[in-house]
């Protein structure tokens, strides 16, 4: 079992979680800016393609294993937007405030708020690996008409967890670790991890 991986992320919020989901298994987990990679290109329309493309490149920059996730906010009303979009969906450069203040607008005078979280974790033992571990996980809940609470990143200020009546950014991160979109998909990767022991 590898003692270290690379995550294909430059995204800090993400780099906290999975470092604190990866610390029981004594796996370090490390940033693709240590190694001054760039971000890989995203061209593809689903959550997977994107993810593999994302491990494959971080893989092949550093000789590690390497874990990317491709993740996003899918909303009913919206066809699924901002779906694959989600980092990007106000445009360049991405800005989660700018990307909430277009959900906002967006979803004005609409009464189904339906929505959930989706992730997808890719990870990738050496650049070419032909069986790359492959898990999903989803986070149902409703969004909200305005922000509430300072934590989290992304749309965690407009997302209703409905069954705690608390937004994503107003729960601890232990809490979140826990429950979320990536803890599930996360959960489902731990047990292939096992399985490979």
Sequence with gaps: MFRQLVLASNNPGK???FGALFAPFD???LPQS????PEAEEPHPTFVENALAKARHASLLTGLPA????????????GGAPGVQSARYAGEPKSDERNNDKLLRELAGTTDRRAHYYCVLVLVRRPHDPQPLI???EWHGEILHERRGSGGF????LFLVPELNLSAAELPASRKNAISHRAAAFLRLAER???QR
């Design 15 to 17: 780099l906290r979680e």
């Design 27 to 29: 796996i370090a987990v």
């Design 34 to 37: 240590a190694f001054a990679i």
């Design 67 to 78: 874990l990317s996730d491709d993740s996003g906010l899918c909303v009913d009303a919206l």
């Design 135 to 137: 898990a999903e996980g």
């Design 154 to 157: 992304g749309y965690d200020p």
């Design 193 to 195: 991890l096992r399985g």
